[in-house]
Structure formats: structure tokens, C-alpha cells
């Protein structure tokens, strides 16, 4: 048996190569300077696997920003606003492309997959692809020479390339196969005469429900690959889900079939016992959790591998991950801060790696030649799962005595809309925005001291409540009709949640990328969520103390906390969803009680939980949704549940959307082109709604008449007296000018919209 994975973390343990980016785009260093970082970095990233000692050590998984860009630039697939001549593609296209430049705006980005990890669409254009560069050779030349490595180059598979790119109309798509399979067996015959041995060709479309017509597109694209360049070894590589028709995949012709035995539902191993797998076959075992933070229980993984070693012959079996590794943090190993306990049930990547080592020792030698570190994770395991927080007997039992009342609000709709405008007496049209207004330097150095300890409790409560002060009555100057207290005491809109309820930690260098050179930490839910204080009365309770019209609290969803933390994997998704939603449904009565009656509960998120598998989405849906109303069916029918979303891509999500039977949503629509308004007009959606009238992504103050225009287009088809106004997003990331003139621009826009009525 031997080891190997999908892909390492290309930011590096210090996020060297983020910083090795940024000060190229900066200016700071030279293309030479930066070519010598960045090879640097992809020589230590090689070394993490040879040192880690995997046999079959994947290469080109390296990037300088994005793996779906450099396919695109390689197969010279380059859009034609960025007046790129042909030929092999600079790195200044290569970042226009990634970031945009003053002649063209940037790719479109998208989330991978399931994953928070977004890549850049590649445009498939009118012109022919040719092999601009071949990219996987050039890495396997460069972990030759500079690691001694004789790699085994990813690559993205023909299949998923195209099906996650645009530009072509849907019934072109086999025309498309027809064009790009020349140039792609091109690439792999260079590689073949190089003498590569093995491949991996990731497809992780292939989860996906296919089509009979997919099925026989596949089929066409891997028996061209093995008739043309016989000399290499496949490795088709699925993830994230379980392949259904695991039959008809081994009878393509490749030489191994990679599963994902994590995020399968126990669907592989199932299967496994039913088909018969062709002894020739080498099966990719995807047995480590590539996507969350946990230590594996190797236990029970050696049993997982004896079944499958009941199946497939041992020595065609390959552990590795269940997916790239990109997807967690480098390291978990110098995260000393933590509590030991819950530190030693953590692993990054490179404790995976040793993990899979583990088990391939375990196998090949027996269990007792690595007797010392199976015992070592048993007991960290062990030791956690014992660990107090993480089983809450009082949340399990209030868990337990939820019924549907629940999750409903007392009144329907029409009676709650006909109670809250008497008692809110808004004027028609009513303003507002959506929660943040900008994070200054000076906001945050204050935060920054405070943490630090230099500023003492009082102190940093006292600026922030100066800040609340300051931007109410700028609020108030402005015209709004309806305030926030302005989110400075909020770094990050789940952080600030996570360290105020039981169940997270956090750690201090588990970053993992999110696109490009941008990176993230996710909070951890390593223990059962609860509630233990008030999070955010005191700031919204003195921001109404100080104003005669309504301010709105601010909280974040229950599935958006979910979707962008690392989860326990103990308890379901939505069992987890639940715990966070009691815990905020006691937020939720706390501002009610301390005089808040409009809360607005953000699940910006709501969307990225959505499962691959389209039968397996409404499920999801279904219980995101009670998780939400859970939070939000426990205050009074006078007062006012606001929610927010704010990508636009919501159109199929409609009915999900209404069934938050929240008061008001509101919604990105600025960069969607007047497409959602439709949506929402042809499903006839019957809440309060407030389309986002001008862009809050770009420092440009918009012109009265812009929003205006936006309000009149919308009013054609939505109800006015639902119909409110606002910007599209929150404005933390904008400078207070600009703030101040747009929502000036906004609020005359409103009045002119409501002279017209
Ligand atoms: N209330 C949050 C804010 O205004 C919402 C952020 C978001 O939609 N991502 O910043
Ligand atoms: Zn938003």
C-alpha cells in the first residue's frame, strides 16, 4: 500500500506566498524578485510531501493564484479584452485576468465546488484552444530538479474544466469536447514522452447527477487519453461526494479510480461490496478528511481499509486524503494557545500526511510496528471527546423539546404587516442599510490596543461607544428612517460571534485560502454551541437610547456561522445549526426585551451549504430555513425580523428565501442586473423586500437619478408599501466620504420615489 495526496496548501506556514503576491501587485518587488520567492515557496511546498514521506507526491497542484486559471491561460483560453497577441501568457495577463486592470475587468470568480475556496470561470471564448505552455510539465521538471521528485501532475480533467466554464451555449458542449481534446492529449503525450508515470486527472463534476449524454461525453474524452497516449497512468480523481454510478466509472479506460470516502454518506464502501471491482484498478482511497480540521480516529480508518482490502487487491490500494489539502490550514501544530485538549485533536495538513503514513505502516508492516502513534491519537481523541464542553446535557434536552411552534411566528404575515405599520409609522419606501458602516484605521488600531491589553475595558467601550455615537447622528443627518449602531466593535461578522458563545476556539495561524491571495480563519465548533451572555444589547441598546427612530440590531445567521466555521464531525450540520440557532434565539429575545424590536438576522451564507447532489438540496434547505426561524419565531408580532443576503446568484431559492418569513429581506441586486427583480417578480414574492440600489463593492458615489432608476424599475413589478431602500451591502470596507454622499444620493432617490407614488 502505498500513500499519497491531491494537493498542499500553497499559502505556506506563514502565508509567505500571500505576502510574496501582495508585494508584487504593490510594486515592491520586481517579476524577478518574485519569480525567486515564489520558487522558493513551491521548493518548500514540495518538501512538505517528500519530508512528510508520501510516495506518490502530487505536483502542479502549486499555483500562482489560481488552479482553473493557469488551465485557462494554458489551453491560451485568455478573454479578448485583455488584448492578449498569443503565444505563452505574461504574468502581468495572468494577474489582469485574476484582478483586472484599467482596460478590463477581472474573470469572474466562483465558489469551487461546494468549498469556500473560489476559483476564477474561465471564458470560453470563439477562439481555437491551443497548448500555450504546458503547465504540468513544467512542474514535474521543477520537482525533479529542485526536489528530486518524481511527481505525479495534477490536473484538472477535461470534463469538469468545461463544465465549470462559460461562455458557450449549453447544447455546444460536445463541440467544445471536440475542440479542446487534441490539445488536451497534446499535454499529456508531452508529459508521457518526458516519462511521467501516473496522473491525476480531477473531475469533480462526476459527483454531480449526470446525464446519459455526460456519461458518454466522459466516456469519449478518457478512451481518446488511452488509445493516444497509452504511456500514462489516470488517476481520475472525484471528490466532496459520492460517485453513484461507481460501476459505469471503472469501466473507463484509466488505470485508477479516486473516491472520497469522507463525504460520501457511506456510499463508497457500500458499493464496494456490491460491484466487482476489476483487480487491475487501483483505487485512490480518500480515507483523511482533507476539508476540516479534525485528527482522524485511525482505529476506525483501519477497518474502513480492511473492508476495502476485502475488495480490491491491497496492493492497488493508495490512501491519501479524500481531497486536495488546500482546504485547511498549513499546520495545526504550533497552536499552543489552545487548550491541549482540543489542540491534540487537531490536524492541518501536515499532520494528515502523517496520518496517511500511519496507516500505510500499519498495513504493510502491522499495527505493532507503529504501535506508539495509534496509541498516541486514540488517547488525544479520547481525551477530547471527554472534554466537558463538548456535551451540554441542557442544550441536548431544550434541543429535545422543540416542536413547531417553535419555528413559527405567531401571526402570519399580512397581520404582522398591518401591526408593524402602526406601530412603526415609516413612511412609504422606507430607508435604511444593511449594518457595517467603515471599519476606519482608527477603528481598528483601537481594537488592536485593546486586545493587546494596552486599553483597558472601559476605555475601548467608551470609543466605541463614541463611534456608535457619531455615526447615528450621522445617520440621522443623512435622513435614514431607520438606524444600525454600525458594527465597530465587529472585526468579522462570525468571530465576534464564536468568541462570545460557548462551543468555539480559535486559533492564530489556521488560515486557508479563500481566493487569490485573500485568506481566511475559520472560528472552530469543537463543543456543543450555547449561549452564556448577551452579545450584542449593550452597543444596540445604547444606540437606541440615544435617538427617537428605530435602530436595528444586527446578528448573524445560524447557517451562515455554520457554513463558515470548521464543524465538529460528530453531530450533523444541522444538528449543529440548531444549537446555534437556540443560543441566538436568546440573543433575539434579549434585544427584544432591552426595547430592540427590529432585528435583522444576516445569512449571507445560506447558499454555500447547499449540497452537490440537486435531490439531496432540498433537505438542506429545509432544515436552514428552520434553523433560521428558530432564531427569529420567538419575538412579537410587532416587532420587526429583518434578514440580509447579499450575492445575487438567490434566483433558484425563491421559495427557501420566503419560507425565512422574515418581515424584510434585503438583497444584493446591483451587480445582478435587474435580473433578480425579475425573479422575485415572476415567483410574485409577498414579504417586505428592499433591493439594494447602488454598489457598495466600488468607491463611486452613484448619481441621484442612477438610483432613482433602479427604485422606478423595480416599483414596475414589486409592491411599494413592501418595498424598502438601501445599499446592497454593509459599508465596512468603505471610507466615510463616500459613505455619506452615496447615502445622501440614496435618501433624495427615496424622496423622489415616494413624490411620484
Ligand atoms: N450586517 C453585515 C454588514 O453590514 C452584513 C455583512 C454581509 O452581508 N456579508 O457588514
Ligand atoms: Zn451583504
Partial sequence: MITSHLGFPRIGEQREWKKALEQFWAGKWDESEFRFEMERIQQRHLMESVQGGIDLIPVGDFTYYDHMLDMAVMFGMVPKRFGHPGGAVTLDTYFAMARGNEQATACEMTKWMNTNYHYLVPEIGEGEPYLAENKPLQAYRFAKARAGVEGKPVIVGLYSFLKLSKGYAADSFSQKISSFLPVYVEMLRQLEAEGVKWVQIDEPCLVWESSVADQAYVREIYEAIATQVPGIQVM?????????????????????????????????????????????????????????????????????????????????????????????????????????????????????????????????????SVEKPLWESKEALQQFRSLAGRHRPDTAAELAGLDVRHVTRSASFAVRHRLQAEKWQLPTLPTTTIGSFPQTPEVRRARRLWRKGEWRDDQYEAFVNEQIEACIRTQEEIGLDVLVHGEFERTDMVEFFGEKLAGFVFTKNGWVQSYGSRCVKPPIIYGDVAFTEAMTVKETQFAQSITSRPVKGMLTGPVTILNWSFVRNDLSSEQVANQIALALRKEVEALEANGIEMIQVDEPALREGLPLKASRQELYLEWAVRAFRLVTSVVRDTTQIHTHMCYCDFHDMIPSIEALDADVISIETSRSHGELIEHFETYAYKLGIGLGVYDIHSPRVPEVKEMTAMINRALQLLNPRLFWINPDCGLKTRGWPETIEALKHMVEAAHQARAEL
Avoid at 454510478?245 to 469501466?251: A, E
Avoid at 485512490?284 to 474502513?304: P, Q
Avoid at 490550514?329 to 500511519?358: S, W
Wanted: with cysteine; proline share 5%.
Fill in 236 to 368: 481520475l480523481q472525484t471528490y466532496f461526494e459520492a460517485v453513484d454510478n461507481l460501476h459505469d466509472l471503472l469501466q473507463l479506460p484509466v488505470h485508477g479510480v479516486g473516491l472520497d470516502f469522507i463525504h460520501d454518506r457511506g456510499v463508497h464502501l457500500q458499493a464496494l461490496k456490491e460491484i466487482a471491482w476489476p483487480q487491475d484498478k487501483w483505487l485512490g482511497a480518500g480515507l483523511i478528511d482533507g476539508r476540516n480540521i479534525w485528527r482522524a480516529d485511525l482505529t476506525e480508518k483501519l477497518k474502513w481499509i480492511e473492508t476495502i482490502c476485502n475488495h480490491v487487491p491491497k496492493d492497488k490500494v493508495i490512501l491519501q486524503p479524500s481531497c486536495s489539502l488546500l482546504h485547511v490550514p498549513v499546520t495545526t501544530r504550533n497552536e499552543d494557545a489552545l487548550e491541549p485538549m482540543i489542540q491534540g485533536a487537531l490536524a492541518g495538513a501536515r499532520e494528515k500526511l502523517q496520518e496517511l503514513n500511519i496507516l500505510r505502516d500499519a498495513c504493510n508492516k502491522g499495527t505493532s
